[in-house]
């Protein structure tokens, strides 16, 4: 199960609310994507500043096997990235859902998030895959 | 439809995830491949490697024909022992990689690679066909494909030959640790699990198992491959993982043989690529007629114009198959193989590069997905266990 405190793309990312007033939300990868990569060896990410939009290609994720093209959820400019995951790549492994955050994103507004699917049905949505 | 080995359903239920590989849906992890890459270094792992073939190759003229199929000598391996042996086409190109294991003065296992599997079986057939119309019994050579009746079990790392020893003896009784590196034997494998464990099983009484017990491997780590007949494959993996062995899949197996500088066919080899370029001269013979050895002998003669390197990158992010490698601006090469290294922690690949660029130490450059980074060449193996 899929934490409910949050939104889910198809592209297995997801977008929590951290502070509603000043727009910002965390950014991450769920457990079902974490799984599918395997061992996370390296994040190439996006800077503090940058703009990201909606679905589209905001950094790369490489595990021991093969590279993956990491798509952002939201759209609106990056706040933080989460420096952790330099040295610990693992952490999204091991915390996709808290440690492993990837970044805190400004939303451009805040309703983009009700497009977004629920944990119940993102959870449905993995279901069908296999 | 891709083949299922005898383990496929051990697999499923070890929680494996599943992938198409030369013909056959395959383990690629189980646990993790970091996890599972660590366990071979320290300690043992098993793996399921019955995708790979086992050709049975028999009659008094197996030894002359495999002597001209193969880059190496087949009549001057002894009973007993393998050697890694190469198969080339008339342009020195390499059909396939293989261990050949000499089980008699008449009989040999040939050991290819799960895709190239039926190439090679043709290309054997063929060459008999030529010669004698196909008529085995004329050509004195048998060529025959026992791969899917049987299954063939890897136990790989440094605590290989103590888990072997708790289940396993050599026909006569020694111990199979007591093998050595390079060498295949019928032994004994006695079944850890099930109600009837026979006592005496080293005499080779009723409850056993079986095996052909081959010290080779493909990870640079001690090890052995159990050849066996598939429906005691279940038994024989049951045991091994009881005994400690952790399940490995075909990821940890091509990060282990790349750490190990191991050339995989279809990356580092193909009918395209010389065993010359690739660096394994020392696996090809200088005299005898084999199919290949006149351009094989010029290209040692005269030197090629490119030839497999090591890379060593600083980081964890990897360089993978056909990316560019440049120097100063300009295509030197392609590498062929990238992962990161758990063992090294650092990323590391191989590829070819022009005869200029193939020193150790020299500098060059890998764009990683728009990342230019320096790649430095270096020797192989990366990772030598000695």
Redesign the interface.
């Given at each position: 199960m899929s934490p409910d405190d949050r939104k889910y793309t198809q592209e297995h990312e997801w977008a929590k609310i951290e502070d509603a007033g000043a727009r910002l939300v965390l950014v991450g990868i769920t457990d079902y994507a974490q799984d599918e990569l395997?061992?996370i060896?390296?994040l190439?990410l996006p800077s503090a500043g940058d703009a990201v939009a909606h679905l589209e290609k905001m950094g790369?994720v490489?595990?021991?096997?093969a590279?993956s093209d990491l798509f952002s959820p939201v759209t609106g400019r990056i706040d933080a990235v989460n420096e952790e995951l330099l040295d610990h790549?693992e952490l999204v492994n091991d915390h996709p859902f808290d440690a492993g955050w990837i970044m805190r994103v400004t939303l451009d507004d805040l309703a983009e998030l009700d497009s977004l699917m629920s944990a119940a049905e993102y959870d449905e949505y993995i279901g069908g895959l296999h | 439809m891709n083949l299922q080995t005898a383990l496929y359903r051990t697999h499923l239920d070890l929680g494996a995830r599943i992938v198409p590989f030369g013909g056959w849906d395959m383990p690629v992890q189980y646990s993790g491949i970091i996890n599972e890459v660590r366990a071979v270094r320290r300690a043992a792992g098993v793996f399921d490697v019955s995708h790979m073939g086992r050709l049975y190759i028999s009659g008094p003229e197996a030894a002359a024909f495999l002597d001209r199929m193969l880059t190496g000598s087949a009549s001057g391996l002894r009973v007993g022992r393998a050697r890694y042996c190469l198969i080339c086409n008339e342009a020195g190109g390499v059909i396939d990689d293989t261990i050949l294991y000499r089980l008699a003065d008449d009989r040999y296992l040939l050991v290819p690679n799960a895709g190239n599997r039926l190439a090679v079986v043709a290309w054997f057939r063929g060459w008999i066909d030529a010669e004698f119309a196909g008529d085995s019994s004329a050509s004195g050579v048998s060529v025959e494909d026992r791969t899917v009746e049987t299954a063939l079990i890897a136990l790989q790392g440094p605590n290989s030959a103590a888990v072997l020893d708790s289940l396993c003896a050599l026909d006569g009784g020694e111990p199979a640790s007591s093998s050595r590196p390079f060498s295949g034997r019928d032994g004994r494998f006695r079944v850890a699990h099930g109600p009837d464990v026979p006592d005496g099983f080293r005499d080779g009484s009723e409850g056993s198992i079986e095996v052909f017990v081959g010290r080779t491997g493909y990870t640079g780590e001690d090890g052995f491959e159990l050849a066996l007949d598939a429906a005691d494959a279940v038994l024989v993996w049951q045991s091994l993982t009881d005994a400690g062995a952790l399940p490995c899949g075909l990821g940890a197996r091509d990060v282990l043989r790349l750490e190990a500088g191991l050339p995989l066919h279809g990356h580092e080899i193909d009918s395209d690529t010389s065993p010359i370029e690739a660096g394994l001269e020392r696996f090809v013979r200088s005299a005898g007629d084999y199919i290949g050895r006149p351009v094989l002998q010029r290209q040692r003669e005269q030197g090629t114009e490119r030839k497999l390197v090591g890379l060593k990158l600083p980081g964890r992010s990897a360089p993978r198959a056909g990316y560019a490698i440049r120097f100063q601006g300009q295509e030197v090469g392609r590498i062929t193989s990238g992962s990161y290294s758990p063992t090294l922690d650092s990323s590391i690949a191989m590829g070819y590069v022009l005869m200029r660029f193939t020193e150790p130490g020299r500098a060059l450059e890998v764009d990683l997905r728009g990342r230019p980074t320096r790649a430095e060449v270096t020797t192989l193996p990366f990772y030598d266990r000695s």
């Open positions: 395997g061992d060896v390296y190439d790369e490489e595990s021991v096997k590279v790549p | -």
